[in-house]
Nanobody, 129 residues
Framework: EVQLQASGGGLVQAGGSLRLSCAAS????????IGWFRQAPGKEREAVLC????????TNADSVKGRFTISSDKAKNTVSLQMTRLKPEDTAVYYC??????????????????????WGQGTQVTVSS
């Protein structure tokens, strides 16, 4: 059974940094693409970044380019989302998800949200101005 658990959310001032973690069981990051998504109140869910053994880190949301990075720790089987220079518009519930394999979901040209099959519960990130 695949389980993902996101953690690390909280309240931070604009310009600050935050690191989210996604702990996984039932998947290994060599075999599955992992993505981070977010959903702000009243808005549709947005694909942010993903990482796969094929393409490495892929940034899908232009608004986070140069500010957010994704990395994996194989020993701990976790994927982290490092967020810097946070803005109030980054406020959202952040989710991590896994595609069915490393061949799906995370591509050089971007992410396909529909190919992410397993989802963790979200963690709230609030950026104050």
């Amino acid at each position: 059974e695949v389980q993902l658990q996101a953690s690390g959310g909280g309240l931070v001032q604009a310009g600050g940094s935050l690191r989210l973690s996604c702990a996984a069981s039932g998947v290994t990051f060599d075999d599955y693409a992992i993505g981070w998504f977010r959903q702000a109140p009243g808005k549709e869910r947005e694909a942010v970044l993903c990482i796969s053994s094929t393409f490495g880190m892929v940034t899908n949301a232009d608004s986070v380019k140069g500010r957010f990075t994704i990395s994996s720790d194989k020993a701990k089987n976790t994927v982290s989302l490092q967020m810097t220079r946070l803005k109030p518009e980054d406020t959202a519930v952040y989710y991590c998800a896994s595609a069915a394999s490393s061949a799906y979901g995370c591509y050089e040209e971007g992410m396909n949200s529909r190919e992410f099959k397993y989802w963790g519960q979200g963690t709230q990130v609030t950026v104050s101005s």
